[in-house]
């Protein structure tokens, strides 16, 4: 099941009508308080979400959804007009799996689904452990040592993505489409700002993350 909340009508429609075509069991919603009905009795596989809702936004209902531990990992796509970049960094960062600017074609919108869910739809891993550094995927919890380290949604997945290839180098390309959808966009600066902090918080388990210059990054014990 995927959920569509949109107030719009007409796009709530269509976007309901091509989502059945393609085999999708959908629902749409007009008002977050259907939606949260909704969710209250059963959770869908993936969230089409809309920024500019009655009521209440939909930014404010995705970090909502990112702080209750049963939909953490619940994949979300937001639907929006606001396109400058700053506004797509604030969706990504506040813990959007992507986003996609109106207009949209229903074709790119359908792929876009099929690869969130790829990426999200996985086999539950066990807790990642290096050194002092240990994750928990589940739990979406980071402990350095007895401390618990506090990170962002996107934080988390960068680092999950790390682990979980630890001692391969992984490309800014990459790690761009996999965290955040933007594998296009080479220059883009969000990478390096999440490596940094993410570093600061780990603390001296910060070392473990290497640059690779002119490539990426990888999770490492060793030395470059």
């Known amino acids: 099941m995927i959920y569509l909340l949109e107030d719009d009508d007409s796009i709530r429609k269509l976007v309901i009508y091509a989502l059945e075509s393609q085999g999708f ?18 959770l869908p596989r993936l969230i089409l979400l809309d920024i500019m809702l009655p009521d209440e936004d939909g930014l404010s209902i995705l970090k909502s959804l990112r702080k209750q531990p049963e939909t953490a990992r619940l994949p979300v796509i937001m639907l929006t007009a606001k396109n400058a970049e700053y506004d797509r960094v604030e969706g990504l960062d506040a813990g959007a799996d992507d986003y996609i600017s109106k207009p949209f074609g229903m074709m790119e919108l359908m792929a876009r689904i099929r690869a969130v869910l790829r990426r999200t739809e996985e086999t539950p891993v066990e807790i990642l452990q290096v050194g002092d550094l240990r994750m928990d995927p589940d739990r979406h919890e980071v402990w350095v040592g007895e401390e618990q380290v506090q990170l962002t949604y996107k934080e988390f997945l960068l680092l999950r993505l790390l682990l979980e290839n630890k001692e391969r180098v992984l490309t800014r390309e990459v790690l761009l489409e996999r965290i955040w959808g933007l594998g296009s966009e080479r220059e883009n600066r969000t990478l390096d700002v999440h490596i940094r902090t993410l570093r600061a918080k780990l603390g001296e388990a910060g070392i473990y993350v290497q640059t690779v210059r002119g490539v990426g990054y990888r999770f490492s014990e060793g030395s470059l």
Do not use: I, K, L
């Open 25 to 42: 069991e959908a629902r749409g919603f007009e008002t977050p308080r259907e939606f949260s009905a909704a969710m209250a009795r059963q």
